[in-house]
């Protein structure tokens, strides 16, 4: 079964930066556009950046400025550089196809910004 490994998630302060990499265990990253999705507690999840093969990006209005989505298909890893950080971005962090597909959704990596 092919899976998607979230990483990198954890606590930082607000103005921080943190670094997550999507891995997986097949051939899903490198034949697929992809992107990252977050959930925050009570709220659904949604789509904040996105990267398709070419390499073309487009981001949430929430993030744009702050996140930068990266792919790396050697590796089979794609990359979310999380710059500024603010309380509002505290969620658990996903990766997926865009559009997504539920038989992909790994267990993610938290987040939480907090002074």
């Known amino acids: 079964q092919v899976q998607l490994v979230e990483s990198g998630g954890g606590l930082v302060q607000p103005g921080g930066s943190l670094r997550l990499s999507c891995a997986d265990s097949?051939?899903?990253?490198?034949?697929?556009?992809m992107g990252w999705f977050r959930q925050a507690p009570g709220k659904q999840r949604v789509l904040v950046a996105a990267?398709?093969?070419?390499?073309?990006?487009n981001y949430a209005d929430s993030v744009k400025g702050r996140f930068t989505i990266s792919r790396d298909n050697a590796k089979n890893t794609v990359y979310l550089q999380m710059n500024s950080l603010k309380p509002e971005d505290t969620a658990v962090y996903y990766c997926n196809t865009v559009p997504w597909a539920s038989d992909y959704w790994g267990q993610g990596t938290q987040v939480t910004v907090s002074s």
């Open positions: 097949g051939s899903i990253i490198s034949i697929n556009a």
């Open positions: 990267i398709a093969l070419g390499g073309n990006t």
